[in-house]
């Protein structure tokens, strides 16, 4: 089991940068699919980017370019590298870990919602 506690989030110009923070505790994240995925009000929960245990890493089509999934398993910590943030970007954007094969982790629905095992409780990025 893990448990997942995000923080990073917070408000932001159009145009600008933040980064996001997701630890860990409990088992190693070296095991797991890891992901980070947002939550607009009213609209379905979707992927952002996922990064497996080799660290092969995969991004919703819509987010390529600007967003950077990274992670430190010494740390176990997950990262979300936001650039270039604009309203749409506005939303609750949540950890998750999955103990998923590298293949399944990559093959993923990140462009959709997916059900992963551990979720953490957000942080709210809200751009303007």
């Known amino acids: 089991h893990v448990q997942l506690v995000e923080s990073g989030g917070g408000s932001v110009q159009v145009g600008g940068s933040l980064r996001l923070s997701c630890v860990a505790s409990?088992?190693?994240?070296?095991?797991?699919?890891m992901g980070w995925f947002r939550q607009i009000p009213d609209k379905e929960r979707e992927g952002v980017a996922g990064?497996?245990?080799?660290?092969?890493?995969v991004y919703a089509d819509s987010l390529k370019g600007r967003f950077t999934i990274s992670k430190d398993n010494a740390k176990k910590s997950v990262y979300l590298q936001m650039n270039n943030l604009k309203p749409d970007d506005t939303a609750l954007y949540h950890c998750?870990?999955?103990?998923?094969?590298?293949?399944?982790?990559?093959?993923?629905?990140?462009?959709?919602?997916?059900?992963?095992?551990?979720w953490g409780q957000g942080t709210q990025v809200t751009v303007s």
């Open positions: 998750a870990a999955d103990r998923a094969y590298d293949y399944a982790c990559m093959a993923g629905n990140w462009d959709g919602d997916q059900n992963f095992g551990y």
């Open positions: 409990g088992d190693t994240i070296g095991r797991y699919c």
């Open positions: 990064i497996s245990s080799d660290g092969s890493t």
